[in-house]
Each structure stands twice: as C-alpha cells, then as structure tokens.
C-alpha cells in the first residue's frame, strides 16, 4: 500500500506543471483521494479532492479555476496552470481511510485520509 507522488520541479510564475501520484494497492480504488500542500513556516492545505469514481471533484478557492484534479485506474493527477509564487509549497498526495465517497463530505479535513504520499517540491520563481 503505497502513495508515490511525482512531477514537482522549478516553474516560472505564469507556468504550469502536472503533479502525478500513483498508487498500489486495490484499496485505493475505492477511495477519494486528494492533494494538499505545506509552505515552509505554514499548515499543511487542502488542496483538491477527487472521488473514487472520478464522479466528482472538489476545490480550494485559491486554486478553483487554475487547478485540476484527475484519476485513472492507478493514478491521482493535478495539473497546475497559471502558478504564482504562493503556489510554491511541498505537495502531498493522500487517500481517504474510507471507501465509497463515505467522508466526502470532510475532503478538505487532513484527518480523513489515512494514506499519504512522501511528498514533491513545487517552486515558483516570479
């Protein structure tokens, strides 16, 4: 059981970048999944959610309109468009410790999920 995030980097304001988070194990199939991320001296943000399904998604305000998330069969994507520098932030991948969309309602409370990846640096230069 296992979450492996990828796809961080260095990125110019303006840029974009896709964050991937695969994922092993056939529990995670059923289970929502999200992103969030850390800047240095900050708590740790919910970022978006993702159904088990695909079926529905789920925004923070701060990134609603720049950010999408996406699943396939063994894999959480987030791809990141017009990013400025307070995107920059370590971001996690995690999956719900429920199945079947049973905490949806909680996606943007870390304590939900119960599986999270090691984490990738994302860095905007402005």
């Known amino acids: 059981v296992q979450l492996q995030a990828s796809g961080g980097g260095l990125v110019q304001a303006g840029g974009s970048l896709r964050l991937s988070c695969a994922f092993s194990?056939?529990?995670?199939?059923?289970?929502?999944m999200g992103w969030f991320r850390q800047a240095p001296g900050k708590e740790r943000e919910f970022v978006a959610a993702?159904?088990?399904?695909?079926?529905s998604t789920y925004y923070a305000e701060s990134v609603k309109g720049r950010f999408t998330i996406s699943r396939d069969k063994n894999t959480v994507y987030l791809q990141m468009n017009s990013l400025n520098s307070e995107d920059t932030a370590v971001y996690y991948c995690?999956?719900?410790?429920?199945?079947?969309?049973?905490?949806?309602?909680?996606?943007?409370?870390?304590?939900?999920?119960?599986?999270w990846g090691q984490g990738t640096q994302v860095t905007v230069s402005s």
């Open positions: 993702i159904t088990w399904n695909a079926g």
């Open positions: 995690a999956a719900q410790s429920a199945i079947y969309s049973r905490t949806w309602y909680r996606s943007s409370d870390h304590s939900v999920y119960g599986y």
């Open positions: 194990g056939s529990s995670f199939s059923n289970a929502d």
